[in-house]
């Protein structure tokens, strides 16, 4: 099934009056402590789309609340609603209006964007020429990349050009059915050089939807853009809008943008929002557990942003539920039935002029950012793990097997820590670091086959998904099942996440057991101390 790009929805066309004292919208915050761009290394930008061509872009506290949290926006500008209304007339001003508000707040501009063929399709006069569509292509590049040149950091050039499973395509994954892949010749190289030779300091991508995770999509936007740089073209690098659901496979992500880093590209988090439940109008309120798990989600996008040094920007879409595509004023137009919520953004405007909430899914954001300043350092040795909360202190331990329990076996169990067990194998782990700050988690009880591990279960695809469980097993490199990641989230407290599901993947004390749990569940079940042994 086909997803639907945010953009396909029709914008307000009208422009409305803006404020005069742009200047003055970031001194008017109110005093809320440092926002995500803030928290962010110099090198992620963080922020959220203002669309220039809609008058409702500077509404309330909407575009002032974007400069005191951020440290970036992405402005629109499509050739249809708005900029070209005919042939004869391009109109930049909307545009233009939206970088000075960012420059007069120190904002880094995404322009999005300059060729989008699915949008294009709306545009009646455009489709209606005989002739000439590559003409009117470069005059709106040259146009649009000029106006503000030297004030546009990145420019998505090319969105949304590669096809879907079962649409049709070329031997290079790109869609054949659209005008501009005629108008151009099968390649989109010349766009890139009209850009660049109008804007020579913007970076130059590719951007497009499901094509974060490693899948068939992805695999030719990467041989696409390695040729187009062998051909010359001035590509810089690749946006990913992920807009995810409940279920992201996070280690396809990682692995995903790993080859594009390997390839050379930098890479751009364009148009993330997380639609985390689908509910009737009668139902409008997602449940804790969703709120939860949307802000695990994006406390996670967060994180591998924070961890890939080629990701320079984490950009959110419309970056408050209300104004966001996902919105039932949005539809029919979206991917979802009307009437439907899916709560998508980190931010709620109860009403236009009231302040912008943040939502939880916004402080797991804040988790991130904070602990990526904050990676606990473990010199080697053994340690124990000891569960924090309950009335006992417990340890993990690794179980014995055969008549005398005098064998390691592949379980674990939680036990007290007795004199008599003071020089026990069984509750002495060695925590051993691996790339990216994770780590694997070694038992000291015979450790070549005792590394801690999350079970997983045959899918119908021939692969494994994860389950709740942990098991001993051993070392294999390639697994992200034993790949972990330490968390402090107090004093000598600390969380252990999974890498191969980290959203759902917290080691959690429960009821006496030992389980994998989703993220955000009472923290006291979910912290350990990490006892050094002399």
């Not at 998505?156 to 892949?181: C, H, K, M, S, W």
């Not at 909360?389 to 064998?407: E, F, Q, W």
């Not at 590394?451 to 098991?471: I, K």
Request: charged residues 20%; glycine residues 8%; negative net charge.
């Amino acid at each position: 099934m086909r997803r639907f790009s945010p953009k396909t929805i029709v914008l307000v066309l009208a422009v409305g009056m803006l404020c005069p004292l742009l200047a003055v919208q970031a001194a008017a915050q109110t005093a809320r402590g440092p926002g995500l761009g803030d928290l962010a290394p110099d090198r992620l930008a963080i922020g959220g789309v203002l669309h220039s061509y809609d008058p409702a872009w500077d509404d309330g506290q909407y575009a002032s609340t974007a400069a005191q949290e951020f440290d970036a926006i992405t402005a629109t500008a499509y050739m249809p609603w708005g900029p070209h209304p005919s042939q004869g007339r391009i109109d930049t001003t909307p545009l233009d209006e939206v970088v000075a508000f960012a420059n007069a707040n120190d904002l880094r501009v995404h322009g999005h964007t300059l060729v989008y063929p699915m949008a294009n399709e709306s545009l009646d006069w455009y489709q209606a020429l005989p002739t000439g569509h590559r003409d009117v292509l470069e005059n709106y590049v040259r146009t649009m990349a000029s106006s503000n040149a030297g004030d546009i950091w990145v420019w998505d050039v090319i969105n949304e050009v590669f096809a879907d499973p079962g649409e049709q395509a070329d031997a290079q994954g790109l869609r054949t059915e659209l005008l501009e892949y005629d108008a151009l010749g099968g390649r989109y190289d010349d766009v890139f050089t009209w850009a660049h030779e109008a804007d020579p300091q913007a970076k130059l991508i590719i951007n497009d939807y499901g094509a974060e995770e490693l899948n068939d999509k992805s695999t030719a936007l990467l041989a696409e853009a390695i040729a187009m740089r062998e051909r010359g073209v001035p590509i810089d690098g690749i946006g990913f809008q992920m807009h995810l659901g409940r279920d992201p496979n996070f280690w396809s992500i990682r692995q995903n943008f790993q080859r594009f880093t390997e390839a050379g590209f930098d890479l751009y988090i364009t148009e993330l929002d997380v639609s985390i439940v689908q509910q009737s109008a009668t139902t409008p309120k997602p449940t804790a557990a969703d709120r939860s798990l949307q802000r695990a989600i994006y406390e996670e996008v967060t994180r591998i942003a924070l961890e890939q040094p080629a990701v320079k920007s984490l950009l959110m879409w419309d970056f408050a539920d209300e104004r966001s595509w996902l919105h039932p004023t949005r539809q029919p137009l979206g991917p979802i039935a009307a009437g439907t919520y899916t709560f998508p953004a980190p931010f709620r405007e109860p009403s236009v002029g009231e302040p912008l909430i943040r939502k939880t899914a916004y402080y797991g954001m804040v988790e991130a950012l904070k602990d990526a300043s904050d990676r606990p350092v473990f010199q080697r040795g053994e340690r124990r793990l000891q569960a924090v909360g309950g009335p006992n202190a417990v340890y993990l331990g690794r179980s014995g097997i055969g008549p005398a329990s005098d064998r390691p076996g592949e379980s674990v169990w939680l036990g007290q820590l007795t004199s008599d067990r003071e020089d026990w194998l069984s509750l002495r782990w060695n925590v051993e670091p691996a790339a990216n700050g994770w780590f694997r988690i070694r038992s000291a009880w015979n450790g070549a086959d005792g590394y801690l591990t999350r079970v997983g279960q045959p899918n119908d695809d021939g692969g494994y998904d994860p389950t709740n469980a942990v098991s001993l097993q051993a070392l294999n490199e390639s697994w992200p099942s034993q790949l972990w990641r330490i968390e402090r989230v107090a004093r000598f407290r600390y969380r252990l996440v999974n890498l191969w599901e980290p959203h759902t993947g917290v080691l959690t004390r429960d009821s006496g057991e030992l389980t994998l749990e989703q993220t955000g569940r009472p923290w006291t079940t979910q912290r350990w101390r990490i006892r050094q042994l002399n």
